[in-house]
């Protein structure tokens, strides 16, 4: 099992790959046909994707989950403490389903954004360290001064954006040059 593989369960790539194993089988592919496949299938984008690696620290962008639902499926696969940033238009979102895992794997949980409440309100006993930030470089520059070697620094918003206009693609790729910036001042 490699590195990555240690962080995140691999358990829906092992089922796409069993799925195309057997189907060679069935259909009589050659394993060469199946295995060059497997290396062309994208992922989603956005989705639990791996960003960079600062001081032991790996960085992740799920800005796809803008969901409850989602979020959880991401700390279902991480086996790792997490310093969290969340939030956006939380004012109906219901964070209850998120508790447990949260009770498990979240050290700290940086609140980006204006209406914060909701999910300040709701992980208050199940998290010492909650802090609301206004933007993303706030909310990354303290997630690096949060995490300790070995942890992981997750944007998984678990709602919408605030911002009506922006997509989870914008957010993503927010993060993501966020974190890169980090990175290569870190490197000089």
């Not at 001081?55 to 499926?73: H, I, L, P, Q």
């Not at 997490?82 to 979102?93: L, P």
Request: charged share 30%.
């Amino acid at each position: 099992m490699n590195y990555l593989q240690e962080l995140i369960n691999p358990r829906p790539k092992q089922s796409n790959s069993m799925v195309a194993g057997i189907t060679s089988k069935v259909l009589q592919i050659r394993k060469e046909s199946i295995k060059e496949s497997l290396s062309d299938l994208n992922t989603i984008g956005h989705r639990q994707d791996y960003v960079a690696t600062i001081g032991n620290v790996m960085y992740y962008d799920d800005s796809r989950a803008e969901s409850v639902n989602a979020t959880w499926f991401t700390f279902e696969n991480i086996v790792r403490p997490v310093v969290w940033i969340a939030g956006g238009y939380d004012r109906d979102t219901d964070f209850r389903e998120l508790k447990q895992a949260v009770r498990k794997k979240v050290r700290a949980l940086i609140c980006i954004g204006r209406y914060n409440a909701n999910l300040k309100n709701t992980f208050q006993k199940d998290i010492k360290e909650i802090y609301e930030v206004k933007s993303m470089d706030e909310a990354v520059d303290l997630a690096s001064f949060l995490a300790k070697e070995e942890d992981i620094v997750l944007f998984s918003p678990a709602c919408k954006s605030e911002n009506e206009d922006e997509t989870y693609i914008e957010r993503g790729n927010l993060f993501t040059d966020t974190v890169k910036k980090l990175e290569y001042e870190c490197l000089q």
